[in-house]
């Protein structure tokens, strides 16, 4: 500021210095001594001239300055907003933090305690000796000590409360008689009600003598059914069967998660872990079979295989690689990312991105970017873009002139299936400012406009019956060839895979817990036309299904 006010008064000291100069210069001419070639005027001239420009770069530079003065102030400003964004932050992720240490340190503190609790007390069993009349005592082994005392524990939670299961008592009674085939049946016969019954599974799954085991022997005839004139992917009774054998290892997750340590190892015994991997094993090889786009991200025969190794903790048995080739096969299912989670697949999820990118699954790939936080490695605008562009050009007829009526409107369907998942993601995400939807939003109304106007148009082209007269004579109903009428009104096949969304989005972001999914992460709905046991299978109404 003070080299600024130096620079101004020397500017205003201008017309003094060439008053003083004009005087010297007359002072000069008076002596005559020398001839100058030079008048007076020109010299003013000049002067004035050098003093204008001064002046005018000088009101220059002082409007730089202020806006720099003004940009610099909107930058302190921005920074003190992201400074006071981050320490708030920081507090967030600190509470969380203690919040998450204080129940850790209490979960161990309690499993401790009972640990202390088993290894002080002498377990054994005392029998009466006939001959002698006298008590003998059988030591146990300590596996045994731990499952008796977890079911101990698991019979006073029931006796004090701590959980019941109110709705479907029934449960208990097939648990504790360890039925899984009748389990599976009354699950069949109850299938409306599937969400409260999965909120009461996981209680009913501690009555049980084994809950692990009881979930494994109903794991027995997931592949019984394929037969050679049976398709897995078709048959509802066995599509049916597999998603309630992929739903109870969920509610026994959802168990596991709620006890402690000594407890989940003594459900989660070697033994058990050793049956799980043999069943695994005995599956894996029926996998290789399996394609990522026949599949559609929606594998029963890929999520069963994971959702085992997860539940039962024998990931670290497979290779992590193979794995991963697994996850496309699963991508549209809502327990993929807490299964590449508690798999430890984590770090694999570029790769699976990647691969789904180039099979042209844009929305699942955009989906786990989110709930990895890929973002800013795999951009979500330019993906939806791409795979509204790639649905576009497939959806376009080589020769539109010649495109029959029914190839019009499989073209329309997948154009406006694509737009309406487009949106979807877009709105679950909260890219809004990102991709505007309202072009898109006009763009569904046009085509839904034009579906609503075939249909009207196909409907009154059908011919009419003859109405009798009043007299009584009159003409019967005209007979129609109903194979001809077939063949001029061609059905629209259902050629390409949809993405359905007809709920929010479903896939939870990363957390620092890697265990498995809790209960209530997904829902079932059913068609009304669910056949004889499992029926049709358990319909879903969203993108990424149980």
């Not at 409907?459 to 077939?486: F, H, I, L, S």
């Not at 997904?522 to 046991?533: E, K, L």
Request: aromatic share 6%.
């Amino acid at each position: 500021m003070e080299d600024t006010q130096s620079v101004a008064t020397l500017v205003d000291s201008t017309t003094s210095k060439i008053q003083q100069l004009q005087k010297a210069f007359a002072e000069l001419e008076s002596h005559r001594a020398i001839t100058l070639n030079m008048k007076w005027k020109e010299l003013e001239e000049h002067f004035h001239g050098l003093e204008k420009s001064l002046k005018r770069r000088f009101h220059e530079l002082e409007d730089q300055e202020k806006e720099f003065e003004t940009k610099t102030r909107k930058a302190r400003e921005i920074l003190q907003k992201r400074e006071a964004a981050v320490v708030a932050k920081e507090q967030a992720s600190l509470l969380r933090l203690q919040e998450k240490r204080d129940a850790a340190v209490f979960a161990i503190t309690n499993s401790l305690e009972k640990h202390r609790k088993l290894s002080s007390e002498e377990p054994a069993d005392v029998s009466c000796d006939g001959d002698s009349g006298e008590l003998s005592v059988e030591e146990k082994p300590p596996d045994s000590v731990a499952s008796e005392s977890n079911l101990e524990d698991i019979k006073s939670s029931i006796e004090n409360g701590n959980f019941e299961v109110k709705s479907y008592p029934q449960l208990v009674k097939l648990c504790e008689e360890m039925d899984s085939e009748g389990l599976h049946k009354f699950i069949s016969d109850n299938r409306k009600n599937l969400a409260a019954l999965k909120e009461e599974i996981p209680w009913a799954l501690k009555a049980a003598a084994s809950p692990a085991c009881l979930v494994l022997e109903s794991l027995e005839g997931f592949y019984l059914s394929e037969v050679p004139n049976v398709d897995g992917k078709k048959d509802s009774n066995l599509l049916g069967l597999r998603r309630t054998c992929i739903m109870l290892m969920e509610c026994l997750s959802f168990l596991l998660s709620n006890l402690d340590v000594v407890s989940v190892c003594a459900v989660i015994s070697e033994d058990i872990k050793e049956q799980a991997k043999s069943i695994a094993e005995e599956w894996k090889p029926k996998l290789d079979a399996l394609d990522i786009d026949a599949s559609n991200g929606n594998s029963l025969e890929a999520h069963a295989f994971l959702q085992l190794l997860s539940t039962f903790g024998i990931a670290s048995d497979f290779n992590e690689e193979e794995l991963s080739r697994l996850i496309p096969m699963v991508s549209r299912r809502r327990q993929t990312a807490d299964l590449c989670r508690s798999l430890g697949l984590s770090e694999k999820m570029p790769g699976v991105i990647e691969v789904l990118v180039n099979n042209g699954r844009q929305i699942d790939a955009v989906n786990l970017a989110f709930a990895f936080e890929l973002t800013e490695q795999f951009s979500p605008v330019p993906l939806l873009k791409s795979y509204l562009k790639e649905a576009r050009k497939a959806s376009s007829p080589v020769k539109p002139g010649n495109a029959s009526p029914s190839a019009q409107t499989e073209v329309n369907e997948r154009e406006l299936t694509a737009l309406k998942a487009v949106i979807k993601c877009i709105e679950e995400h909260n890219l809004e400012e990102q991709y505007p939807i309202d072009p898109l939003q006009k763009r569904v109304l046009l085509l839904e406009k034009a579906k609503a106007d075939k249909k009207r148009a196909t409907e009154a082209a059908k011919p009419q019956p003859k109405r009798p007269r009043a007299n009584g004579a009159g003409y019967g109903p005209r007979v129609t060839n109903g194979a001809a009428d077939k063949a001029f009104y061609p059905r629209v096949t259902d050629r390409y895979p949809q993405y359905v969304y007809d709920r929010p989005y479903v896939y939870t972001g990363p957390a620092d817990n890697h265990g498995p999914s809790l209960l209530g992460s997904a829902t079932y709905n059913f068609s009304p036309s669910h056949g004889n046991y499992f029926g049709n299978g358990y319909q879903y109404q969203a993108p990424y299904l149980h």
